[in-house]
């Protein structure tokens, strides 16, 4: 089992940054990716940022040369750091990660912190 616990969202203007944590717990040696997804009011959950085991980072389009994933896996953290935020970053915002056993893959979530950018 393993729990994510997020931090760091709130409100900010356009163009400002925030800086997104996310705590992870429990059987945290089985970890493999981690990343950052969001969910706007009405639309589907979407992918902001990953990271694998292997430091290969993917992001969303929208949000590349914007926002940069790190992870600090001795510390079992990672975290989000968005620059020029824009109006339409507001989501909700939902750490991931995803753990490698022996019964297979299995993806966990966090609580979701909110993230807010007014115009």
């Known amino acids: 089992q393993l729990q994510l616990v997020e931090s760091g969202g709130g409100l900010v203007q356009a163009g400002g940054s925030l800086r997104l944590s996310c705590a992870a717990s429990g059987s945290t040696f089985t970890i493999n990716s981690m990343g950052w997804y969001r969910q706007a009011p009405g639309k589907q959950r979407e992918l902001v940022a990953v990271?694998?085991?292997?430091?290969?980072?993917t992001y969303a389009d929208s949000v590349n040369g914007r926002f940069t994933i790190s992870r600090d896996d001795a510390k079992n953290l990672v975290y989000l750091q968005m620059n020029s935020l824009k109006p339409e970053d507001t989501a909700v915002y939902y750490c991931?990660?995803?753990?490698?056993?022996?019964?297979?893959?299995?993806?966990?979530w966090g609580q979701g912190t909110q993230v807010t950018v007014s115009s």
């Open positions: 991931n990660a995803v753990t490698s056993d022996f019964y297979g893959a299995r993806p966990y």
């Open positions: 990271m694998d085991s292997s430091r290969h980072t």
